[in-house]
């Protein structure tokens, strides 16, 4: 298909991309909205969970997001997506099969009852809920409900009266300004 009938296909990605490559968070949502279920349902062929499958999809928009400046580069977004979607899943597998081989439960138990252990965790739940109180204050918000009360995005949506797609928008950026906080 050329290019002049993959824009009549799919009208404005062209130019959504290089809104999102300068910056613009709202052109970057609405790129999220037309291509996240897309997305998703390709993870969850490969994680066939419904957390997993978000979770993924969260992270392979956070990257696209990352690498924005390379977006006004692209011919096709869709088969640039599809790329990205599928390296992002392979390492998640490889990731997956690497550390599949767990330790027993004893053993879990037991490390987790050394006081070393006890201590780095309690320092680790200190420096995210320190990342989480510098985020911008709606962000917070809707990552609190989200990933602390376990909200869904339908309940965050009624309850701070924000559309789903944009407590979608505040749950990738808060998850990628904290992995950029926690990488500090």
């Not at 965790?121 to 989200?146: H, M, N, Y």
């Not at 949506?157 to 904290?178: C, N, P, Q, R």
């Amino acid at each position: 298909m050329s290019r002049e009938n993959s824009n009549i296909a799919n009208p404005g990605d062209d130019t959504l991309l290089i809104k999102v490559a300068a910056g613009d968070e709202t052109a970057f949502a609405e790129l999220l909205r037309r291509h996240r279920r897309r997305v998703f349902y390709h993870a969850l062929t490969f994680t066939l969970t419904y957390q997993e499958a978000e979770e993924l999809t969260q992270d392979i928009f956070i990257s696209i997001w990352q690498h924005r400046q390379q977006l006004q580069k692209i011919r096709k977004f869709e088969d640039y997506l599809f790329i990205v979607s599928r390296n992002h899943l392979i390492s998640y597998i490889r990731n997956r099969v690497i550390h599949s081989a767990a330790p027993a439960a004893e053993t879990l138990a037991e490390e987790g009852l050394v006081p070393d252990n006890q201590l780095e965790t309690k320092e680790l739940q200190a420096i995210l809920l320190d990342g989480i109180a510098r985020l911008p204050a709606q962000q917070q918000a809707v990552f609190r409900l989200s990933r602390l009360e376990g909200k869904s995005y339908q309940e965050i949506s009624e309850s701070l009266g924000i559309s789903k797609s944009t407590v979608k928008w505040h749950i990738i950026a808060a998850i990628a300004a904290l992995k950029e906080y926690l990488k500090k």
